[in-house]
């Protein structure tokens, strides 16, 4: 909204106040759900996080924003004749070949994947520009019609050789060739391990009966639940700090409720509470997101954040 707010008051060309132009500010995903308009172009422009960091940050959330499922979803919006622009600053080859083949995937063919680099002397990288539709025919027709535009997508033609890994929702790493754990991330692990392990024998005697393996587990499944969680959250409310509010405020009521449930029932037997755990973590593994989209956004945001945090409730009576 900031940003929106300074280009309606300081664009020179004033866009905004054109009263054909309708302004929604929302996430790309979040929107592509909720709207039922078609449309004659869908524009990827350029996201803020397109610097290559494949070893030391490889998840951000905005990676959705480029997975099959994210361009299948566009593509239901246009119109039939529609158009659909993708520009990426790829600083590797592999990430434009990847982004080439998710949209060959989804729409048959790319007919233009092209460069627009900028001055050489500038020291920067330029970005890639896709362009495809779902009558690329026509898209053909139109482009040759004009010589100018046709000898520059012809004379910065990206050429896609080799094969990548596609991403999809299931698979989001944008910014990794290929499905491994980065050098960095081991290199990190290690390193925790070796403290860990030093500052257990400087001061693990002073502790009682060593190691609580039972709820170091729990503990590391708590985590991975917690992250995995923002992460899907993301695909249905949009990657903004809504999210992290709606999981984290979840998570402290379950287990606000877990501890109000074990204080007045006084569990003993904990094997039935491990068993309908189980049965939750299946459930969560398994639900697909998309049936949330039935209800309306107050309802969704109740169910998502339960629902998908609810094994922490039972983890907290044990």
């Known amino acids: 909204p900031g940003i929106h707010a300074l280009?309606?008051?300081?664009?020179?060309e004033k866009p905004y106040q054109n009263p054909r132009v309708h302004?929604?500010?929302?996430?790309?995903?979040?929107?592509?759900?909720?709207?039922?308009?078609k449309y004659d172009l869908i524009v990827f422009g350029l996201l803020d996080s397109h610097t290559l960091?494949?070893?030391?940050?490889?998840?951000?959330?905005?990676?959705?924003?480029?997975?099959?499922?994210?361009?299948?979803?566009?593509?239901?919006?246009l119109k039939d004749d529609g158009i659909l622009v993708v520009s990426f600053a790829a600083q590797k080859d592999w990430i434009g070949v990847r982004l080439n083949g998710v949209l060959k995937k989804v729409f048959g063919e790319v007919p233009y994947t092209f460069t627009t680099m900028l001055p050489s002397e500038s020291n920067l990288w330029g970005s890639l520009m896709f362009i495809t539709g779902n009558n690329p025919a026509k898209l053909r027709q139109w482009v040759e019609?004009?010589?100018?535009?046709r000898d520059y997508v012809r004379k910065n033609a990206f050429q896609c050789s080799g094969s990548v890994q596609l991403i999809s929702d299931d698979w989001p790493y944008l910014y990794i060739e290929a499905p491994s754990i980065p050098r960095m991330y081991l290199l990190i692990i290690m390193a925790l391990a070796v403290l860990f392990i030093a500052a257990y024998r400087l001061m693990g005697s002073a502790?009682?009966?060593?190691?609580?393996?039972?709820?170091?587990?729990?503990?590391?499944a708590f985590m991975l639940l917690e992250f995995q969680n923002v992460s899907k959250s993301a695909l249905l409310f949009g990657s903004t700090w809504m999210v992290n509010a709606y999981i984290?405020?979840?998570?402290?009521?379950?287990i606000l409720l877990a501890n109000i449930c074990a204080y007045y029932f006084q569990i003993k037997n904990t094997l039935p509470v491990y068993i309908i755990l189980l049965a939750s973590v299946l459930m969560v593994y398994f639900i697909p997101?998309?049936?949330?989209?039935?209800?309306?956004?107050?309802?969704?945001?109740?169910?998502?954040?339960?629902?998908?945090?609810?094994?922490?409730?039972?983890?907290?009576?044990?």
């Open 23 to 37: 302004t929604i500010i929302d996430d790309a995903r979040a929107y592509f759900k909720k709207t039922t308009k």
């Open 289 to 318: 997101l998309d049936i949330f989209n039935n209800f309306g956004y107050p309802a969704k945001s109740i169910l998502v954040s339960i629902i998908l945090n609810i094994p922490i409730f039972f983890a907290g009576l044990i």
């Open 53 to 77: 960091s494949s070893q030391y940050n490889n998840m951000r959330l905005d990676h959705y924003v480029y997975t099959e499922e994210s361009f299948q979803e566009a593509r239901k919006l």
């Open 248 to 254: 984290i405020s979840a998570i402290l009521v379950l």
């Open 7 to 12: 280009g309606a008051q300081l664009h020179p």
């Open 145 to 149: 019609a004009r010589p100018e535009l």
């Open 207 to 220: 502790g009682e009966g060593g190691i609580n393996w039972h709820f170091f587990f729990l503990g590391a």
